[in-house]
């Protein structure tokens, strides 16, 4: 062989060597890589999540030390009837409720008192500045972003095909957002993540996990996955995250320094504990990540009961999105769920359940007056008819 032929194989042989090596770098980019990068994007989505909540929380702390008047922040004594105050004692010592009482008339607190232990441990009692999760209660908020950026806005129709937004779900021409937004789509979950996802993970889950019962369409159905869907096309149309649209959009604007995400409620020194009950406060288990990343817009708040009461309150009064939007949402006086409430011709009430929480309140239709009820254990009546009890009996709505 001539030297000129060696050099010229050699050449050859170096080249296969080189494009060999990035054949082998490309297979493991495109096979073994995205796995990796999956993985990373679930730990980089969750900490950011979890970064959210922790800079919600920050910004709550800042905002606290401004001398702002706040008539929700401290207790205040009964000024209701001794016997009113003492029928209500009375109601709530029967139902075995710990948590936080809070009533409001003609915008004013006549009462708001604590009832058991925050923490028993630490012998912390319950009282105005306590917080708890709220649950389902989000979803009224979750539905006045929806309407917000997407109704109001005109990038979704409350008749739109479920199957504009996903194709595969059976049956979605039939479907409507307005179904989903009302809880009578038909559609159920078959399984829950068992592992921490991203939003447009858990999102992708469940449209994936569902069925649909056809003969159920047009029928109230209590399903948390409408919700969810909703969510993620909240977050697919408007292209911003869940979490920064609720605190951009309705927690800031109405100066909710007493209300965060679920992640960053261990750090809160007026965080409550729930129990199975209020006698031997036996601990309820603690939410687990993967619970409350499977929450996405259904139930991953925690607020004060001053807090719940301003949110509603500046839900009805058209702070958020108009009245006459509102008026659209919750189309209903017959006492139908719509958009995340329960709808009465004088009042709304909502309730919401979650990791030994319980949720309840019920104000009337201008917002001015209402009763909140925030439970750390499970009554034996839910916290919101409890809460319409009390409004009904005092505040006569």
Request: charged fraction near 20%.
């Amino acid at each position: 062989m001539s030297y000129k032929s060696f050099r010229h194989g050699i050449s050859w042989l170096l080249v296969g060597i080189v494009l060999g090596g990035a054949l082998v770098i490309g297979i493991d980019h495109f096979v073994t890589l995205p796995h990796e990068r999956a993985a990373q994007q679930v730990k980089n989505n969750q900490q950011s999540n979890q970064q959210r909540a922790e800079n919600r929380l920050q910004k709550n702390k800042e905002r606290q030390k401004k001398p702002v008047a706040d008539p929700y922040a401290k207790n205040v004594a009964s000024q209701l009837t001794p016997v009113q105050t003492q029928l209500i004692k009375k109601l709530l010592t029967t139902n075995k409720v710990i948590g936080t009482l809070l009533v409001v008339k003609n915008n004013k607190v006549i009462w708001q008192q604590g009832f058991g232990y925050a923490d028993a441990a630490a012998q912390r009692g319950n009282n105005a500045a306590s917080l708890y999760q709220i649950g389902s209660i989000q979803k009224s908020l979750t539905a006045t972003l929806f309407v917000k950026d997407l109704i109001d806005t005109g990038k979704v129709k409350y008749n739109d095909p479920v199957a504009k937004y996903y194709p595969t779900i059976p049956h979605g021409h039939q479907i409507t957002i307005r179904d989903m937004l009302d809880m009578v789509s038909g559609i159920y979950h078959t399984d829950l993540a068992d592992k921490v996802m991203t939003d447009q993970e858990i999102v992708n889950w469940s449209a994936k996990h569902l069925t649909v019962k056809p003969e159920n369409i047009g029928l109230f159905s209590y399903q948390p996955i409408n919700f969810t869907l909703l969510t993620g096309i909240l977050e697919k149309e408007t292209g911003q995250n869940y979490q920064d649209l609720l605190d951009q959009q309705l927690l800031t604007p109405l100066n909710l320094v007493h209300t965060g995400f679920v992640q960053a409620m261990g750090d809160e020194k007026h965080r409550t504990y729930s129990y199975k009950d209020g006698t031997t406060y036996q601990r309820y288990p603690d939410e687990s990540q993967v619970e409350i990343s499977r929450e996405l817009g259904t139930g991953n708040l925690y607020a004060s009961a001053g807090d719940l009461f301003r949110m509603e309150q500046g839900i009805i009064q058209g702070k958020i999105i108009s009245k006459k939007r509102l008026a659209e949402l919750r189309n209903t006086t017959n006492g139908s769920y719509r958009g995340g409430a329960y709808c009465f011709k004088t009042y709304v009430n909502g309730h919401g359940v979650e990791a030994g929480y319980d949720a309840g309140y019920a104000l009337a239709k201008d917002g001015r007056s209402g009763v909140v009820l925030l439970a750390n254990t499970y009554p034996k009546q839910t916290t919101s008819k409890l809460a319409t009890q009390i409004a009904q009996m005092v505040l006569h709505i």
